[in-house]
């Protein structure tokens, strides 16, 4: 089956650092990667929506300077925690789909990614 | 109101007992997914819906269009079936998800 793998899958940093989280689709080309993000006991709420070679579609009140979000290739996205605050301690996770945005196409998740910032 | 609302919220059940978490949704959707979130974090996709009913081992999941509600059940529930069940749809070109169901299991 399709295989998404992310990392690091937690990491620690002091306020101020960037941190970044890459996403890779191991088996497939990922017309289209999300990222997520969500706080504890919550659900997922999505941050962007990257495709492949164009700028990602932020969601209202995502900071796209604040994460960077740059998808190079039909494999491989990466967000960039950039300055971070400890209010940017949360679980970060990725999916890939085959199709665009929108589309009707399975979606294969990452394991996630948990950062602390100190 | 969300747009898409999850009952229960926390569910507790005994091994062996049929489970039946429910999904309303208030915008038009061209798909849903019942997704799987286990304790460490990884998600897994359980199904992708938009008509009918679908089954894979003893996981059941069905959507009515019309009354814009879906189900997810469990036959012979097992502990290893405690997670989070996440539903999302696809609508207006973006996923919506609802806020999940806390499943647990107990031998």
């Known amino acids: 089956g399709a295989v998404v793998s992310q990392h690091p899958s937690w990491v620690i940093c002091k306020s101020g650092t960037s941190v970044k989280i890459e996403c890779r689709s191991l088996d497939f080309q990922a017309t289209t990667m999300f990222w997520y993000r969500q706080f504890p006991k919550q659900s997922l709420m999505l941050m962007a929506t990257s495709n492949e070679g164009s700028k990602a579609t932020y969601e209202q009140g995502v900071e796209k300077d604040k994460f960077l979000i740059n998808h190079a290739s039909l494999t491989l996205s990466t967000l960039t925690v950039t300055s971070a605050h400890p209010e940017d301690s949360s679980f970060y996770i990725c999916?890939?789909?085959?199709?665009?945005?929108?589309?009707?196409?399975?979606?294969?998740f990452g394991n996630g990614t948990r950062l602390t910032v100190t | 109101k969300n747009e898409v609302e999850q009952s229960p919220q926390n569910l507790t059940a005994q091994e062996g007992e049929f489970i039946t978490i429910n999904c309303s949704y208030s915008v038009g959707i061209s798909a849903l997914h019942w997704l799987q979130q286990h304790p460490g974090g990884g998600i897994v996709s359980l199904f992708m819906?938009?008509?009918g009913k679908k089954k894979h081992g003893r996981l059941i999941a069905t959507i009515n269009i019309q009354e814009k509600h879906s189900s997810l059940h469990i036959t012979a529930s097992h502990p290893r079936d405690s997670a989070v069940y996440i539903c999302a749809v696809i609508g207006a070109q973006k996923l919506v998800f609802g806020q999940g169901t806390r499943l647990t299991i107990n031998p």
């Open positions: 819906l938009s008509s």
């Open positions: 999916s890939a789909s085959m199709g665009g945005q929108g589309a009707n196409s399975p979606l294969h």
